[in-house]
């Protein structure tokens, strides 16, 4: 479909669309409850294997003496990573600095592919076919909720394995001892479903926001999208930046908590 052949809610629709795999077969629309975005999971899995690669080509060029461009950039990355663990994590773990750094490299780069112009690679791939293509997997609410359900599933984890019996406990009497145990119940999973909504939501509501901008300015005439285009997309930057290190800044302090005895 061309943008001339379509209106403007049209062409926004169509860019809001996925490309989805639901059980026997691809599909452009929605095939229910069991359906994959195949968009998400293969630009997110083409990205964690970039970021996969591009690590290991620097540690096997690595060398003691003076370093090359690449490596002292990520060498920049992993101490900024390493610094923000240590001033803000109080335990003993070795996971949470790998973990970070996974997080916020993952997710700034799958944010990056928000400042491709608008409809390079749906154009593209129509050509073969494919309708339908969203190229920023955190303006997928699966994918921003998949990713803070997992940091979730650290968190119950190390709170059991941190505090055992205690972490009955501290939900029982904490903060206004065992007389309001109800209450104290309640504000406790209020607290803790709370984190996953958190980075889910933050995430996913920035992303999306972006990607829609762009989207409208792509509808503007074509010798007026130059400016607001540009000055968005430096604007952009800081946030697909701002985001990721919101999303691992905040799992690094969720896990301090865990860690944390009242």
Same mark, same amino acid.
Request: hydrophobic letters at 55%; aromatic letters at 14%.
């Given at each position: 479909?061309?943008?001339? =052949?379509?209106?403007?809610?049209?062409?926004?629709?169509?860019?809001?669309?996925?490309?989805?795999l639901g059980l026997k077969t691809f599909s452009f629309?929605?095939?229910?409850?069991?359906?994959?975005?195949?968009?998400?999971? !293969?630009?997110?899995?083409? +990205?964690?294997?970039?970021?996969?690669?591009?690590?290991?080509?620097? =540690? &096997?060029?690595?060398? =003691?003496?003076?370093?090359?461009?690449?490596?002292?950039?990520? *060498?920049?990355?992993? =101490?900024?990573?390493?610094?923000?663990?240590?001033?803000?994590?109080?335990?003993?773990?070795?996971?949470?600095?790998?973990?970070?750094?996974?997080?916020?490299?993952?997710?700034?780069? +799958?944010?990056? +592919?928000?400042?491709?112009?608008?409809?390079? !690679?749906?154009?593209?791939?129509?050509?073969?076919?494919?309708?339908?293509?969203?190229?920023?997997?955190?303006a997928d609410p699966n994918m921003a909720f998949a990713?803070?359900?997992? &940091?979730?599933?650290?968190?119950?984890?190390?709170?059991?394995r941190m505090k055992g019996w205690s972490l009955v406990?501290?939900?029982?009497?904490?903060?206004?001892?065992?007389?309001?145990?109800?209450?104290?119940?309640?504000?406790?999973?209020? *607290?803790?479903?709370?984190?996953? $909504?958190?980075?889910? $939501?933050?995430?996913?509501?920035?992303?999306?926001?972006? *990607?829609?901008?762009?989207?409208?300015?792509?509808? $503007?005439?074509?010798?007026?999208?130059?400016?607001?285009?540009?000055?968005?997309?430096?604007?952009?930057?800081?946030?697909?930046?701002?985001?990721?290190?919101?999303?691992?800044?905040?799992?690094? &302090?969720?896990?301090?908590?865990?860690?944390?005895?009242?």
């Open positions: 479909m061309s943008t001339q =052949a379509m209106t403007t809610a049209e062409y926004v629709q169509h860019h809001l669309n996925h490309l989805t629309g929605s095939n229910g409850f069991w359906t994959m975005n195949l968009d998400t999971v !293969l630009i997110s899995l083409f +990205m964690g294997l970039l970021i996969v690669a591009l690590m290991r080509l620097v =540690a &096997v060029r690595a060398t =003691a003496g003076v370093p090359g461009k690449l490596q002292n950039f990520v *060498e920049i990355v992993i =101490a900024f990573v390493q610094k923000s663990v240590t001033d803000t994590f109080h335990g003993n773990s070795k996971l949470i600095a790998p973990l970070a750094l996974t997080i916020f490299a993952w997710v700034f780069m +799958m944010n990056v +592919m928000d400042l491709l112009p608008i409809d390079v !690679l749906p154009r593209t791939l129509e050509l073969v076919g494919f309708e339908h293509f969203k190229s920023v997997p955190t990713m803070s359900l997992s &940091v979730f599933g650290l968190i119950i984890f190390y709170n059991c406990k501290e939900i029982c009497t904490q903060p206004f001892g065992i007389y309001l145990l109800p209450i104290n119940v309640f504000f406790r999973l209020i *607290e803790e479903f709370v984190k996953p $909504l958190s980075l889910a $939501l933050r995430l996913f509501g920035n992303m999306f926001a972006g *990607e829609l901008i762009f989207i409208l300015i792509a509808l $503007l005439p074509w010798w007026s999208q130059w400016l607001p285009g540009g000055v968005w997309s430096i604007f952009h930057i800081l946030i697909i930046t701002l985001q990721a290190f919101i999303f691992m800044i905040l799992t690094i &302090v969720y896990l301090s908590m865990a860690h944390d005895s009242h």
